[in-house]
């Protein structure tokens, strides 16, 4: 396993990016983060988690909203510094705002202008909380 | 164009994460960064050009082997910290190695495993330089 984890160009805080892409749709859902313990437990148990940079800590994607994204596919870029990871979104929901992905805006009219509505409010997924 | 700007969360280098995706086969071709004289040229001009960490300049994608990016769509994700565009790659080539995209090492048998082919090679693209 060492062997895997030293092909990665970690950056300065030992962290690697992390692209979510969805299966069957191909969007692509989000960018995140993973350290070391954070592949090697995405590996483990097949479903992505991350290193959350704000809480510092692990980040088991859907630990609260229970949108957990399992794994399919798992690839590496030419230059070793960015993650590909081909998920299956559980619930349909990649965003914690409750939008599908996290790309719902679009640059229009020199703006960045919401184009997709939320498949469930926050407030829906979290109760009071908003996380994960 | 500022107000565009500053919804944008630059990081600690005054770099914002770009994914470019392909439009039709929605292939994720490569991430890359760009800092705001980048994004406001790719705008203007309808391109993607990046800034290269490595060369810190400006980096107009393709313009070494001609294997341009034309922006048809740009979104910004929900914490403004990852643009990601839709492109047409010319060439069908978004790898300085040869390869339709970056991510063509798989993770597979404890290993990260080429799977796909070059569609040239870095020679044919560069001649004796690989670049861009």
């Known amino acids: ?39 090697l437990v ?3 148990e097949q479903r992505a988690v991350y290193f959350s940079r704000s809480r ?9 909203s229970g949108h957990i994204q399992r794994l399919l596919e798992l690839r590496l870029d030419c230059d070793g510094d960015t993650l590909l990871l081909t998920v299956e979104q559980v619930g349909g929901i990649a965003c914690h705002t409750g939008h599908h992905h996290c790309f719902y805006r679009q ?24 996380d994960d």
Do not use: F, P
């Not at 962290?15 to 749709?25: D, K, R, T």
């Not at 509505?117 to 009071?128: D, M, N």
């Open 1 to 39: 396993m060492q062997a895997l984890l030293e092909q990665i160009k970690w950056n300065a805080d030992g962290l690697v990016a992390a692209i979510a892409q969805e299966v069957g749709s191909g969007q692509v859902l989000m960018l995140a983060w993973m350290n070391r313990e954070a592949l």
């Open 42 to 44: 995405t590996i483990r």
């Open 56 to 64: 510092q800590r692990l980040w088991r994607k859907g630990e609260e």
């Open 107 to 130: 640059h229009k009219n020199n703006d960045w202008q919401e184009v997709e509505l939320v498949v469930k409010s926050a407030t829906e997924i979290y109760g009071e909380r908003v």
